[in-house]
Nanobody, 126 residues
């Protein structure tokens, strides 16, 4: 069974940091481009970052640029999202998604993604 499992979410104060993990099971992650999405309560899903199969290309939406860093460790079959300088508006459920059909992150925000994790809640509040 092909599965993505996110972890690392939680409650953090504004200005704090969290690192999310996206672990793959049942398949080899290095054949997949990975994107992180988030969905805040009452809002639509937002694509926030993408990393190509071998990690040579990364993209970020403007609202997280300079604060979030996407990475991957294919040997561990895991992708990560390091989130620094968190703001209350970063509060959302965070999802990772994967596709083997894309070599790059071009137009990642509008692509169709084959595999999705169950999501992990990130709450930024004082």
């Amino acid at each position: 069974q092909l599965q993505l499992v996110e972890s690392g979410g939680g409650l953090v104060q504004p200005g704090g940091s969290l690192r999310l993990s996206c672990a793959a099971s049942g398949f080899t992650l290095d054949l997949y481009t990975i994107t992180w999405f988030r969905q805040a309560a009452g809002k639509g899903r937002e694509a926030i970052s993408c990393i190509s199969r071998i990690g040579d290309e990364t993209k970020y939406t403007d609202s997280v640029k300079g604060r979030f860093t996407i990475s991957r460790d294919n040997a561990k079959n895991t992708a990560y999202l390091q989130m620094n300088s968190l703001k209350e508006e970063d509060t959302a459920v965070y999802y990772c998604a994967a596709s083997s059909g894309y070599l790059s992150c071009s137009q990642y925000a509008i692509r169709t993604w084959d595999l999705w994790g169950q999501g992990t809640q990130v709450t930024v509040s004082s």
